[in-house]
């Protein structure tokens, strides 16, 4: 079974610029979920989608950060514009449907400078 | 206030020592618990976790958990470690009330000496 795929693996931008990540879970996953962890943190919830509907997005800084996820399978999390605080790694995860046990991918690693 | 607590921001353990990483929470009720680890560059890997039932709960790698109830704890332990197992651990909490989202400590990192 494939895991959770990521893409770039590593960014980096200058601040106020723009940059997207996008996210393929694993195959009959009906739950996505994208986190932010930032250096000596645990990973911090952004937004949760159930199939292609958001279920929680209370952490997600709705000003820069925009999230979607078309027909229910692939996701992209963007920032826009970026700023010095956002360089993190942005793991992305998924699970079954009314599992509480989430796979996650390898992550991608953006620096802002 | 409801948190993930890991008190020990690092550990160095040696090589074939046993070893024991801490995770405390403070929430109501109990929450479901997990471990993952995670490797350099690697996403996170779901070692254990403990729903109810037996309070020590087996997880893949060798590693084990304990859940006290009475402690508010889930210490992960492995009684022998390996080079290989130097990563970083997060105790994880999804609470039972609620919005049921994955909680997660700020993490220990476990480094092995020779």
């Known amino acids: 079974e494939a895991g959770v795929a990521q893409s770039p693996r590593y960014k980096i931008i200058e601040k106020r610029q723009s940059v997207a990540f996008w996210c393929n879970p694993i195959?009959?996953?009906?739950?996505l979920y994208w986190y932010q962890q930032i250096l000596g943190q645990g990973p911090k919830l952004l937004i949760q989608f159930q199939n292609n509907g958001v279920v929680d997005d209370s952490q997600l800084p709705k000003d820069r950060f925009s999230a979607e996820r078309l027909k229910g399978v692939d996701s992209t999390l963007k920032i826009q514009p970026a700023k010095l605080e956002d360089s993190a790694v942005y793991l992305c995860?998924?699970?079954?449907?009314?599992?509480?046990?989430?796979?996650f991918g390898p992550g991608t690693r953006l620096t802002v400078t | 206030a409801q948190s993930v607590t890991q008190p020990d921001i690092h550990i160095t353990v040696s090589e074939g020592a046993s070893l024991e990483l801490r995770c405390n929470y403070s929430?109501?009720?109990?929450?479901?618990l997990f471990w993952y680890v995670q490797s350099p560059g690697q996403g996170l890997q779901l070692l254990l976790k403990y729903f109810s039932g037996d309070t020590l709960v087996q997880g893949i790698k060798g590693f084990e958990a304990e859940f006290k109830r009475s402690q508010s704890s889930f210490n992960l332990r492995k009684p022998s470690v390996h080079w290989s197992d130097a990563a970083e651990y997060f105790c994880?909490?999804?609470?039972?009330?609620?919005?049921?989202?994955?909680?997660f400590g700020t993490g220990t990192r476990l480094l092995v000496s020779p």
């Open positions: 995860a998924s699970s079954p449907d009314r599992s509480y046990e989430q796979y």
């Open positions: 195959s009959g996953h009906a739950t």
């Open positions: 929430y109501g009720a109990t929450p479901y």
């Open positions: 994880a909490v999804v609470p039972i009330t609620g919005f049921q989202k994955l909680v």
